[in-house]
């Protein structure tokens, strides 16, 4: 709708995880780093994650970009975790492109063995990513854990890789869970942006979606600042305060963003500080806060989710050093 008006060729904020608009912020960077490390040096299991809306799923996809590249990898990609351990299994088997309907779960189990023993002795390399995996329930985490003991005596026959939200971390400190937590060898986590990243973020999106110029001249450094002051930093947040801030500017014929705009906009989605639930004229935030914060944004975010498909090339500039990866458990 304003695309043309502020000369854009495309929704620069749109919600979608897109990996053409990826930022590579350190996190992000170096998450995306470890998971691609992980899974070619066959360390077996890695961990990710990360508070709502801060980027795993786009992390994800920027991940199976590059597996796609390589022809020596077989990924299984699951995004819906609420299964029973029978499904689970047929969604993993059907992904690698296995017949799976209709069998029972030791069928199951024993083609998925079969076909990850035949990969394994050619040298490639298989994958599972589970997506959302703070929905698995104990007792698909505890299938995901058996599936982790298909391993030769030198090496591990399927790489799994879990991301999901906080709870994540909370389920697998759980007693039951142990044995599967002492088999992470790598984690990484993400989290809100700094300003000086919310800047680099706002600036990139823009760029990627085609404004010509200088970015500024649509979001000027003080209105940069007002919106991370309302989104904390949270991509989505920023994304969806961005958003709806051309639209009003837009619909005012107004050829940029003020920081009034934010203002009224932060207003709408209810963003002020006592909706962080932060002390009056606090003007900084730590890290109890941030926390507070996203619990509370969880809610909100359900609600903002649009649903856009696009697609294009990733080009990520990740560096993959080996020691800067090691297994922190
Ligand atoms: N590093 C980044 N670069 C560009 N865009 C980003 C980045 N991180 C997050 N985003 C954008 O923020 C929005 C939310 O990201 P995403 O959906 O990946 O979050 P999530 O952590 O998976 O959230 P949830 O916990 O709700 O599943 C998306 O529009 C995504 O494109
Ligand atoms: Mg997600």
Do not use: W
């Not at 304003?2 to 608009?21: H, M, Q, S």
């Not at 005012?252 to 207003?267: G, H």
């Not at 944004?297 to 090339?313: I, N, Q, T």
């Amino acid at each position: 709708m304003y695309k043309a008006f502020f000369k854009l060729a495309r929704n620069p904020f749109d919600l979608t995880p897109d990996p053409t608009y990826f930022v590579s912020t350190r996190r992000h960077n170096e998450a995306l780093a470890a998971l691609h490390y992980g899974i070619r040096r066959h360390k077996g299991f890695v961990v990710v994650t990360g508070e709502v809306g801060t980027g795993k799923t786009l992390l994800l996809r920027c991940l199976l970009r590059l597996l796609k590249e390589s022809k020596d990898i077989a990924y299984a990609y699951l995004f819906n975790s609420r299964l029973s351990p029978t499904e689970f299994l047929q969604y993993i088997l059907s992904d690698f492109g296995l017949p799976a309907s209709g069998k029972n779960k030791s069928e199951l189990l024993l083609d998925l063995g079969q076909f990850l023993v035949s990969r394994g002795s050619k040298g490639l390399t298989t994958v599972l990513i589970v997506d959302e995996a703070h929905h698995l329930s104990e007792e698909l985490l505890e299938e995901v854990r058996l599936l982790s003991n298909l391993e030769t005596t030198d090496d591990k026959l399927l790489q799994i890789v879990l991301v999901g939200q906080p709870e994540l971390d909370q389920k697998l400190d759980s007693v039951g869970l142990r044995q599967l937590k002492q088999r992470i060898a790598l984690r990484a986590q993400l989290g809100p942006l700094d300003a000086a990243e919310t800047r680099e973020y706002i600036e990139h999106r823009l760029r990627v979606a085609g404004a010509e110029g200088d970015p500024n001249d649509l979001f000027a450094p003080e209105v940069i600042q007002a919106v991370y002051r309302h989104s904390r930093g949270f991509p989505r947040l920023i994304n969806t305060v961005c958003e709806n801030a051309l639209i009003i500017a837009y619909a005012r014929q107004i050829p940029k963003v003020s920081v009034d705009i934010v203002e009224d906009v932060a207003r709408e989605f209810r963003l002020d500080m006592n909706f962080f639930g932060e002390a009056e004229g606090s003007g900084t935030h730590g890290e109890m806060d941030v926390q507070q914060a996203a619990k509370v944004l969880r809610d909100l975010y359900s609600a903002l989710r649009k649903p856009v498909a696009r697609s294009a090339d990733l080009n990520v500039p990740v560096s993959l050093e080996a020691s800067e990866y090691e297994p922190n458990i």
